[in-house]
């Protein structure tokens, strides 16, 4: 009985880090395209104060 406990007990561990490590993925992903349109967005920031530099 004992040994049914811990092995369910195990088993509960394994399936939380595994929980863990798939969200702790999708947020690194999330972060790396928030970080890409963000500089992007900065770009066309930038250029379009020199477009409006140029033009006075």
Known sequence: M???LFQIHFLMIL??????LKDASKMQAYQAIKAKEEQELQDIQSRSKEQLNSYT
């Open 2 to 4: 004992l040994t049914l």
């Open 15 to 20: 399936s939380s880090n595994w929980a863990y």
